[in-house]
């Protein structure tokens, strides 16, 4: 495709964002990330390496096609690889190059930078940030890949939808159960510190999944426990009184509200029905 014919295809494709952005009423600015990270999905879908990596986070509640989901302006994902920095970055920028010529995206091969990302002792992971181009709309992109952490009962192939009508990713995701399981241990292991807003959002809307497994639930909390080597507890600081009503807290979760463009309601209306559920487990 020459270059006068690819601008041509990137302005059209530009103009259709917009038209989606002002029909939905939803932020241009995010229309077009959720756009780009599609589009990385599916290239990456495309590629030699779509078996190395499973699709979790904030996106994999869109793929779900969960009402009320939080948004989100970057992609995680489970690495089923080497987690050197230098191995993750030379993957992301070759699935980046792969060319779609109809969706009008360029990533800049020369932009890619990668950085360890490392929580605390015990988990670590890969962070690649990159740039790109749809008709001279910038792009900045970002992915966090984890690595060493099991999937139960297995990972589940899904079709992400998409914002256009462009071809679908078709990738590995978690399973509810596992994300519920992760959430949870990262809540009982942070005790006060815990700052994660988005985990206790994201519990109480996997919580009203009406096919969630309990028998796989329970199954998935041990496994993911045991893996990261947390004991289980029975009453977690998490999920106490004490951090719903803690000023510091709700002034935590006012501002993810704010960030999420979410209603406001207050923490205790959320934690208290995960509160009944792991009383009844």
């Not at 605390?120 to 060493?148: C, E, N, P, W």
């Not at 399973?175 to 959430?183: C, L, M, N, P």
């Not at 041990?222 to 080597?229: E, G, L």
Request: glycine share 4%; with cysteine; net charge positive.
């Amino acid at each position: 495709m020459t270059g006068s014919r690819i601008k041509n295809v990137s302005a059209s494709v530009r103009q259709r964002p917009l038209n989606y952005a002002r029909t939905s009423k939803r932020p241009f600015a995010e229309v077009l990330q959720y756009f780009a990270m599609e589009r990385f999905l599916y290239r990456l879908s495309v590629s030699p390496h779509s078996e190395r990596f499973v699709l979790k986070g904030a996106l994999l509640l869109t793929a779900w096609r969960a009402s009320d989901s939080r948004p989100t302006m970057d992609i995680d994902l489970l690495g089923k690889m080497s987690n050197e920095v230098e191995a993750v970055l030379q993957l992301m920028r070759e699935v980046a190059q792969i060319e779609i010529p109809h969706d009008g995206i360029a990533f800049d091969p020369d932009s890619f930078r990668g950085e360890a990302i490392r929580e605390d002792a015990d988990y670590s992971g890969v962070r690649v940030t990159f740039k790109g181009d749809l008709a001279g709309a910038k792009l900045h992109m970002q992915i966090d890949t984890g690595f060493g952490d099991v999937i139960t009962p297995a990972p589940e192939e899904l079709s992400y939808p998409t914002i256009l009508a462009f071809p679908a990713p078709v990738l590995w995701g978690y399973s509810r159960e596992t994300v519920i399981a992760e959430k949870l241990q990262a809540l009982v292991q942070l005790r006060m510190l815990n700052s994660r807003m988005k985990d206790y959002y994201d519990l109480w809307l996997l919580s009203r999944h009406p096919e969630l497994d309990v028998t796989t639930l329970r199954y998935a909390i041990q496994r993911t426990f045991r893996n990261r080597n947390t004991a289980i507890e029975a009453a977690p600081v998490g999920l106490s009184t004490e951090f719903c009503e803690d000023p510091g807290k709700q002034a935590q979760w006012r501002a993810f509200l704010r960030r999420s463009n979410l209603t406001e309601s207050s923490k205790e209306s959320l934690i208290k029905p995960l509160i009944l559920g792991a009383a009844r487990q």
